[in-house]
Nanobody
């Protein structure tokens, strides 16, 4: 059974930084196209950054230039470095393996809460 365990969230002032981690167990991580998703209060979950098995990255326009996604296949972990945080970045952040641009492979983990205050 695949487990996704997100961590690293917290309360941060606008302009600050956080680094999120997602440990994946029970799956062949290195071949997976991985993504970080965000669900803001009252909104649908959205894909904010993804990284292919080959290391190619893609970002939503709202985070481009501020967030950086990376992966460590030896640790089966995907990271999201978030800089210059804004209040609109507030939400619960999840990771998952992409199945196309709109679907995911695995059941969602518990996510990690990020709250940015001004």
């Amino acid at each position: 059974q695949v487990q996704l365990v997100e961590s690293g969230g917290g309360l941060v002032q606008a302009g600050g930084s956080l680094r999120l981690s997602c440990a994946v167990s029970g799956s062949t991580f290195s071949s997976r196209h991985m993504g970080w998703y965000r669900q803001a209060p009252g909104k649908q979950r959205e894909l904010v950054a993804d990284v292919t098995s080959g290391g190619t990255t893609t970002y939503a326009d709202s985070v481009k230039g501020r967030f950086s996604i990376s992966r460590d296949n030896a640790k089966s972990t995907v990271y999201l470095q978030m800089n210059s945080l804004k209040p609109e970045d507030t939400g619960v952040y999840y990771c998952n393996a992409l199945l196309g641009r709109t679907l995911v492979f695995f059941s969602w983990g518990q996510g990690t809460q990020v709250t940015v205050f001004s």
